[in-house]
């Protein structure tokens, strides 16, 4: 049973590397606060398709939504619609009692321009759903490497920290995620890998600069 689990993983990681061969489009934003180690960013309304997964591992979580996810913008929709790629595939970790502070993730993919008035509607038997990201604030701290379960939460503290001695120290959103995991890059670029932790800001409990 364990090794198909990772013939599964490194079949999704191969199609991750072909998928994000052309990622091009990625959400708006614009950024109204910059810190030395982190940014505050304003997105505009957008929607995704969401994958929900129960599973303990940040990282397997990932995989297999991706994996439903890369399912669908090859075709498995109502429509079949082949949707380019698009960055970043985001992770939102959900509050829970497991490990990484949490037992159920949200795998997200950013619909292209092309598809945002009208998404394809996904085959019912991957259990995705079409998720309207309204406009928000979003607090965001790079970090470089592979996103992993053993330092994603540590990342996340690091921005918890920075934003308790910045002007945002009590702006953090009640939202339902506790923080989201933006990935860049396939799992076989190994130099300059681009990733990010995102905490939702409530922008009434902060200072508008826009």
């Not at 995705?128 to 992993?148: E, H, I, M, P």
């Amino acid at each position: 049973m364990e090794r198909a689990k990772l013939l599964v993983i490194a079949a999704v990681n191969l199609l991750f590397v072909v998928a994000t061969c052309e990622a091009i489009e990625s959400p708006q934003y614009t950024v109204v606060h910059k810190e030395s180690d982190f940014e505050v960013r304003l997105y505009r309304e957008s929607k995704w398709i969401s994958a929900p997964v129960r599973e303990l591992s940040f990282q397997k979580a990932t995989l297999f939504g991706f994996h439903r996810l890369f399912q669908y913008i090859e075709g498995a929709n109502l429509n079949f619609s082949r949707i380019p790629m698009t960055a970043p595939v985001l992770t939102s970790i959900v509050p829970g009692a497991g490990p990484l502070h949490s037992s159920a993730y949200f795998v997200r993919f950013y619909l292209p321009e092309k598809f945002q008035a009208n998404p394809p509607v996904p085959l019912p038997e991957l259990k995705l759903k079409q998720y309207t990201w309204d406009s928000r604030c979003v607090a965001v701290r790079k970090f470089s490497g592979f996103a992993k379960d053993d330092n994603i939460v540590r990342e996340a503290e690091k921005l918890a920290f920075s934003l308790s001695s910045s002007p945002w120290a009590n702006a953090t959103s009640d939202s339902s995620d506790a923080y989201s995991i933006a990935q860049y890059d396939s799992p076989f670029q190994f130099f300059d890998r681009l990733n990010e932790v995102w905490f939702d800001i409530d922008e009434s409990g902060g200072v508008a600069t826009y």
